[in-house]
């Protein structure tokens, strides 16, 4: 599932997933993405996207650490530049 945060942040929450896996999730979206142009009145923009990763298995009392995890993470994706993915 895929959900709108704000500010342009969206999110998604993929369960079963090991964290060594969650990368090669994250890297497959952000190179479709990157490789499939949106075309709009005769031009093609190419979107990029960084990815915060945030895993863990608590409770869901503990859950907001694994977002502000992600949300860390996704600072440092951007502070790098664009189109990255960091875990």
């Known amino acids: 599932t895929l959900f709108y945060v704000g ?3 969206f999110a998604t929450i993929v369960l ?3 964290t060594s896996n ?6 497959r979206i952000r190179r479709v993405v990157f490789e499939q142009p949106i075309h709009i009145k005769d031009k ?3 979107a990029t ?4 990763i945030g895993s863990g298995d608590l ?3 503990q859950s907001e ?3 502000d995890t992600a949300q860390d993470n996704l600072k440092k994706a ?6 990255l993915s960091i875990i």
């Open 59 to 61: 409770p869901y009392d």
């Open 16 to 18: 079963g997933v090991k």
């Open 78 to 83: 951007k502070m790098r530049g664009t189109n």
């Open 65 to 67: 650490k694994i977002d």
């Open 44 to 46: 093609n923009i190419t």
């Open 22 to 27: 969650a990368l090669s999730i994250a890297e």
């Open 49 to 52: 996207v960084s990815v915060g």
């Open 7 to 9: 500010d342009g942040i």
